[in-house]
């Protein structure tokens, strides 16, 4: 029997708005991978986030990401971290 841990988050990215303009959606990315690793207790690498949520980040450029975000993040028994978006 799989045992999976799931969860539904607001990540806060009002820490992307102190960097450049330039480097705010890829710098949203990292936010959302560090904020599961250090909740979700995983590795960097393992973690796989859905390409849907980079469209919400870069939906209004590069310069103005949203300042949080809902997801929904699921830890897998092989440890692999899975973070999409949740459906509503």
Excluded: C, Y
Aim: glycine share 2%; charged share 40%.
């Amino acid at each position: 029997m799989a045992e999976e841990e799931e969860r539904i988050m607001i990540v806060p990215l009002r820490v992307v708005h102190r960097v450049p303009r330039t480097q705010r959606a890829p710098r949203a990315v990292k936010a959302i991978r560090e904020h599961v690793v250090r909740h979700m207790k995983a590795k960097t690498e393992d973690v796989w986030i859905d390409p849907k949520i980079n469209e919400i980040l870069w939906r209004r450029g590069i310069e103005r990401p949203p300042n949080q975000i809902r997801v929904k993040v699921i830890k897998f028994e092989d440890e692999l971290v899975e973070v999409s978006l949740p459906e509503e």
